[in-house]
């Protein structure tokens, strides 16, 4: 089946750092400092990664934070626990901005 996401382009993304090398090896520092231990454990920012993934839905991130959720320690309740809070607030966020409509709504009917 064709279709414009393959699985095996996700090991092609450091190709991204050809002909930009500084601004890979920048984005390479500044991504592993982000994702190294801190205030919050790596277990819990791969939970996050995960749940931002869904939101923005990319293919990509969700095959690999799904793995490094797991390879931290993670199982799949509390994945899919990461899932429903990031499909709650993209539902939320859908749902505020129906205020935007409404206010349309009601200065036209004005």
């Known amino acids: 089946m064709e279709h414009y996401y393959h699985r095996n382009d996700l090991g092609k ?6 002909e930009s090398p500084d601004l890979w090896k920048k984005f390479q520092e500044w991504y592993g400092a982000v994702f190294a231990e801190g ?3 790596e277990r819990e920012k791969a939970l ?5 993934s869904h939101t923005v839905q990319c293919p990509y991130c969700i095959d690999a934070y799904t ?10 309740e509390e994945m899919t626990e990461a899932v429903h809070i990031a499909a709650a607030i ?4 859908s749902l505020v901005h129906g205020v935007q409509m409404r ?6 009917e004005m």
């Open 67 to 76: 793995n490094t959720c797991l390879e931290k320690g993670s199982n799949l």
């Open 90 to 93: 993209r539902g939320g966020a």
């Open 13 to 18: 993304f450091s190709d991204m750092g050809k």
């Open 39 to 41: 205030a919050l454990t």
């Open 103 to 108: 206010n349309i709504v009601e200065k036209l």
């Open 48 to 52: 996050i990664a995960l749940a931002v």
